[in-house]
Every structure is written in structure tokens, then in C-alpha cells.
């Protein structure tokens, strides 16, 4: 009886899971984690760290050139945001120009690639030229423009003096600065999204043109009809990228104004730099940028609900 009664238990007993090092399949596990191990030191230290750090400087009083006189404020950083003029000026900057810049960007590239996806004989070349401002560095780009905005003897001016346009101020302008830089960041970013409408309308089938066309339809009924449903989900994708870029808009004002003229084209990201590192007041610089950390999250979170709602 007892023999039998300490077999049952034993039977009962779990046994053990060991973990066998020498198998093929832990072999693969243990690989991909040492993959993954130089990514997420970097991840960690260029990404998360400073994250944490400033959010803990957003709560002191950190000035750069005296960085042993750290002292803890709580949230007088945050309120001091709320009474800022040039935060509100900035934001007012960012919100402008997002709000120009995805739709004209958006409207620019899907025209180039309606324009590419037909039938030409130098669509290669066409379709390099486009994307040639894409692989530019920014800062270039923005010094290249600030020639052509010169007022006195930018190329711009030039070509409107031929049609009897009196010169334009342009950078040096607080009314058309901004606007400027609206020109300049489109010219610059619709040939990337370009690309992604060109593959986004090589992917809708053929056949429905054909039918649309059997059936009668117009080219503007079978653009808003067939085109536009069709690139919804690219749409979607281009919508979010561009907006991100837009919000985090820092070297097209860094360069060709520096933030003028009067602040009208100073952005969030801009007044952050400037704060941290001209001003070197980092604790209050941290907290815009903890404050500006949550407006991108609010703005991805309503994008992705807009999404989600209109897919279902």
C-alpha cells in the first residue's frame, strides 16, 4: 500500500522544465537576444535615459554652468509655461505651420505621382528629379533657399521682376517668413511621399480602370472613385509621418532665420534648444520638452482613434 500510495504521489508530482542550452531551438533564443542586446543599450542609453533625465530636470532649477546648485522646484517650471509669451508664440508657430504643411505637402506629392504613374518617356528622369531634394542634407537645403530669398538679389526676385513683381521681402518679413519656410520644407519633403503614392497606385488593380472606363466614368469620378479609396491606408501612413516632421520642426528656422524675424518663426522644438542651450536654463527647457513629449502623444493617440473609427 505504501509503495503504491508513494508512486501516486510521485505520479502527481509536476516535473521540472528545464531549460536545455545545447538544443537548437534555445541555441536560436539565446542568438537573437545577442542581437537584440546592442540595440537596446543603444536604445537605452541615447533614448531612455536621457527621457528620464529630463523629467527629473523638469522639477529642478538646472542651469548648465552651475550644475552642482541643483535645487528641487516641483512644478514651478510648468506653471512658468503657461505664463511664457514666447511658448505660446511657438506653439502658435507649430500649429500654423502643421496645419499649411501636411495638406499642401500631402496634395504636391500625390499630384507628382499621379503625374509619374502615366505613361511618359522620361518618367525616370522626371522621377529622379523630384526625389533629388529628399536625399539632401536639411541644412543645405535651407542655405540653398536662403540665396534664393535674399531680397536684394535672390533668384526669386529676379524671376518676379520679369512679370512686373515688385521684390518681396520674403525671410526678413514677419507676415511671409513663415510662409517661406512653409515653400521651402514642401519642395523639399514631397518627393519621398511622392514614392509612397507612386507604390500605393501600382498596387490598385488595373481592371477597375478598365471597367470604370467601359462604364463611362469620368477622370475625376474614377480618381474619387477608385484612386483615392485605393491609397486610404498610404494616405493614412503619409498623414502621420508628415505631421510628426512638422510638429518637430527645428532646422529650417534654425538656419534660415534664426527664429525671426519679431519670433514669427520660431517653433516648440526651437524655443527648447534655444532655452537649454543658448539661455543653458535646462530645468525649464526639460519641461517643455516633457509638455511637448505629451502634445505629439495626444496628437498620435487622436490620429490613431480617427484611424481606427473610420477603418471600422
Not at 511658448?87 to 495638406?103: C, I, S, W
Not at 514614392?195 to 469620378?221: C, M, R, V
Request: hydrophobic share 50%; no cysteine.
Amino acid at each position: 500500500m505504501k509503495t503504491e500510495k508513494s508512486l501516486k504521489m510521485k505520479s502527481q508530482i509536476k516535473p521540472k522544465v528545464r531549460f536545455n542550452f545545447n538544443s537548437q531551438k534555445s541555441q536560436e533564443t539565446i542568438n537573437g537576444y545577442l542581437f537584440l542586446l546592442p540595440a537596446l543599450v543603444l536604445l537605452g542609453v541615447f533614448l531612455l535615459y536621457p527621457m528620464g533625465m529630463a523629467f527629473y530636470y523638469s522639477f529642478t532649477d538646472f542651469y548648465l554652468l552651475k550644475p552642482d546648485q541643483i535645487q528641487f522646484i516641483g512644478l514651478e517650471n510648468f506653471t512658468y509655461i503657461f505664463q511664457d509669451a514666447e511658448f505660446k508664440q511657438a506653439f502658435k508657430n507649430t500649429a500654423y505651420f502643421a496645419l499649411l504643411v501636411v495638406p499642401i505637402q500631402m496634395a504636391v506629392a500625390l499630384g507628382l505621382a499621379l503625374l509619374i504613374n502615366q505613361k511618359l518617356k522620361m518618367k525616370v528622369l522626371f522621377r529622379t528629379a523630384y526625389f533629388s531634394p529628399v536625399v539632401m542634407s536639411l541644412v543645405v537645403v535651407s542655405i540653398l533657399w536662403t540665396f534664393l530669398y535674399n531680397p536684394n538679389e535672390g533668384l526669386i526676385n529676379e524671376m518676379l521682376g520679369m512679370f512686373g513683381i515688385s521684390p518681396q521681402p520674403f525671410l526678413t518679413s514677419p507676415n511671409q517668413a513663415m510662409n517661406s519656410i512653409i515653400v521651402m520644407s514642401v519642395w523639399q519633403g514631397a518627393g519621398f511621399q511622392m514614392l509612397i503614392f507612386l507604390a500605393g497606385l501600382q498596387n490598385i488593380p488595373k481592371h477597375l480602370y478598365e471597367a470604370a472606363s467601359i462604364d463611362g466614368a469620368t477622370p475625376w469620378q474614377r480618381l474619387w472613385n477608385i484612386t483615392l479609396p485605393g491609397l486610404r491606408n498610404v494616405s493614412v501612413f503619409i498623414f502621420v509621418t508628415i505631421t510628426i516632421a512638422a510638429v518637430k520642426l527645428l532646422v529650417q528656422p534654425m538656419i534660415m532665420t534664426q527664429g525671426g524675424p519679431l519670433g514669427s518663426t520660431k517653433t516648440l522644438v526651437y524655443h527648447i534648444y534655444e532655452t537649454g542651450f543658448n539661455y543653458r536654463d535646462v530645468g525649464y527647457a526639460s519641461s517643455m520638452a516633457v509638455v511637448f513629449t505629451i502634445l505629439v502623444l495626444i496628437i498620435t493617440i487622436v490620429q490613431r482613434k480617427v484611424v481606427t473609427e473610420e477603418r471600422g
